[in-house]
């Protein structure tokens, strides 16, 4: 069995397999689509833009094309 909690309402979900939870991991359609909304309206957003590491190589060719 495969416990989890909602992390829209917090409710705690019980299921036999995750194939039995298609919402997972939230607990309805409902807390899903509020999440999405969430995102959409600015809620929710990354703080930083994520810096890629760059090898050596890479760098010499984005000098190049500079």
Same mark, same amino acid.
């Given at each position: 069995?495969l416990t989890y909690?909602?992390?829209?309402? /917090?409710?705690?979900?019980r299921v036999q397999?995750? +194939?039995?939870?298609? *919402?997972?991991?939230?607990?309805?359609? &409902?807390? $899903?689509?509020?999440?999405?909304?969430?995102?959409?309206? /600015?809620?929710?957003?990354?703080?930083?833009?994520? +810096?890629?590491?760059? *090898?050596?190589?890479?760098?010499?060719? &984005?000098? $190049?094309?500079?």
């Amino acid at each position: 069995m495969l416990t989890y909690r909602c992390p829209t309402c /917090g409710k705690t979900v019980r299921v036999q397999a995750k +194939e039995d939870a298609p *919402n997972r991991p939230f607990c309805s359609r &409902r807390c $899903r689509m509020i999440d999405l909304h969430k995102w959409f309206e /600015g809620e929710y957003r990354i703080s930083e833009p994520l +810096e890629i590491p760059v *090898n050596a190589e890479e760098e010499q060719v &984005r000098d $190049r094309l500079d």
